[in-house]
C-alpha cells in the first residue's frame, strides 16, 4: 500500500509571511493524484489544491502554491501571505489513477498563524 | 452547490448500542466512501461503494456494515458499539470510480460512546 509522510505534526507562521508544509509518499506507481486538505477547526475537509502527476507543471490556487518533484516523491505545499483563516490541520493525501480508489492520507500538519 | 449531507451531525450512544449513520453524496455522484478519524488523528479508510457495489474495504471492524442505495445514498451500521468507537466518521464522494481525482467531504457525524 501507497504511504503518505507528513514529518512536521505542527508549524506556525506569522500573519502576511510564507510557510511550506512537507509531504513525501511512497509509490511504485507512474500516475497518480495528489492532494492537500484543509481541515479548519470546523472539522470539514477542504480541498485546497490538486496536483496530477504526469503533469511537470506545479499547481498553483491564489496564494497556495505546491513544489512537486517526482523523482524525489515530494510534494510540499506553500501559503504565500498568510492569514488567520488558514490556521487548521492540513492532510496531504495520494490517490492511485488506475489501481482503485482508496485515499491515502498523512497524519496531518498542524499549522498556527499568529497575528 | 449542492455538497455532501451527512446525518445526523452528532450522537450519543450507549455501549453495546446500534448506530446508523447516512450520507447523501452531492448529485450524479456514484462513489462513496467512509472514513473514521479518532482524535488528533488523520482519517482512516473504512469502505467505499461504486454504483451500490463495494468497491474497496479499508479498516472497517466487523460490527461495522455498510451499504449504498439506489438512489446513491449510502447508510453506515455500527452495533456491539464499543467507547473505542467515539470518533468523527466523514463521508465522502467523488464522480468516477478511478481517475476520478478528489474526493469532496461532508462535515462528518460525530458518535459519542458512553
Known amino acids: 500500500a501507497q504511504t503518505v509522510t507528513q514529518s512536521q505534526p505542527e508549524m506556525s507562521v506569522q500573519e502576511a509571511e510564507t510557510v511550506t508544509l512537507s509531504c513525501t509518499y511512497d509509490?511504485?506507481?507512474?500516475?497518480?493524484?495528489l492532494f492537500w486538505y484543509k481541515q479548519p477547526p470546523s472539522r470539514q475537509m477542504i480541498l485546497v489544491i490538486r496536483?496530477?502527476?504526469?503533469?511537470?507543471q506545479n499547481a498553483t490556487e491564489n496564494r497556495f502554491s505546491v513544489n512537486f518533484q517526482k523523482a524525489a516523491k515530494s510534494f510540499s505545499l506553500k501559503i504565500s501571505d498568510s492569514q488567520l483563516g488558514d490556521a487548521a490541520m492540513y492532510f496531504c493525501a495520494y490517490r492511485s489513477r488506475f489501481t482503485g480508489n482508496q485515499f491515502y492520507f498523512g497524519t496531518g500538519t498542524s499549522l498556527t498563524v499568529i497575528p | 452547490a449542492a455538497g455532501v449531507i451527512q446525518s445526523p451531525r452528532h450522537l450519543i450512544k450507549e455501549k453495546r448500542e446500534t448506530a446508523t449513520l447516512k450520507c447523501y453524496p452531492i448529485?450524479?455522484?456514484?462513489?462513496v466512501y467512509w472514513y473514521q478519524q479518532g482524535p488528533g488523528q488523520d482519517p482512516q479508510f473504512l469502505i467505499s461503494f461504486y454504483e451500490k457495489m463495494q468497491s474497496d474495504k479499508g479498516s472497517i471492524p466487523d460490527r461495522f456494515s455498510a451499504q449504498q442505495f439506489s438512489d446513491y445514498h449510502s447508510e453506515l451500521n455500527m452495533s456491539s458499539l464499543e467507547l473505542g468507537d467515539s470518533a468523527l466518521y466523514f463521508c465522502a464522494s467523488s464522480l468516477g470510480r478511478q481517475g476520478a481525482g478528489e474526493l469532496f467531504f461532508g462535515e462528518g457525524s460525530r458518535l459519542t460512546v458512553l
Open positions: 509509490t511504485s506507481e507512474s500516475d497518480y493524484y
Open positions: 496536483q496530477e502527476a504526469y503533469k511537470q
Open positions: 448529485p450524479r455522484h456514484d462513489t
